[in-house]
């Protein structure tokens, strides 16, 4: 699988962006999608999973309210919805897709395949 990762940019606090990633293959519908981001100078850590029929997600607490995920099968794509941005929302955004099942949407180390990311900032 390959990740395409796009929408980032630079917006002010409050607005908001769309995140997108497309996805090769034809399995794209087996696979867990989630977020991550990575700020400068940390680590990076996870925002938003979503399952195989995006029935299940999950996310990070600091983007509960804000950030919402969601994924189209047919067209191979994951989403992420970034409202009410912050400053500390600002990071270098991947998309990642999992082989493991959505009881572990979390967990970094289960996550077979990334994209390139995308850069967001959010300026105050």
């Known amino acids: 699988v390959q990740l395409q990762a796009s929408g980032g940019g630079l917006v002010q606090a409050g607005g908001s962006l769309r995140l997108s990633c497309a996805a090769s293959?034809?399995?794209?519908?087996?696979?867990?999608m989630a977020w991550f981001r990575q700020a400068p100078g940390k680590e990076r850590e996870f925002v938003a999973g979503?399952?195989?029929?995006?029935?299940?997600?999950s996310y990070a607490d600091s983007v509960k309210g804000r950030f919402t995920i969601s994924r189209d099968n047919a067209k191979n794509t994951v989403y992420l919805q970034m409202n009410s941005l912050k400053s500390e929302d600002t990071a270098v955004y991947y998309c990642?897709?999992?082989?493991?099942?959505?009881?572990?949407?979390?967990?970094?180390?289960?996550?077979?395949?990334w994209g390139q990311g995308t850069l967001v900032t959010v300026s105050s």
């Open positions: 979503v399952g195989w029929s995006a029935v299940r997600t």
């Open positions: 990642a897709a999992s082989r493991a099942g959505p009881g572990t949407i979390t967990i970094m180390s289960n996550y077979d395949y």
């Open positions: 293959g034809r399995t794209f519908g087996t696979y867990v």
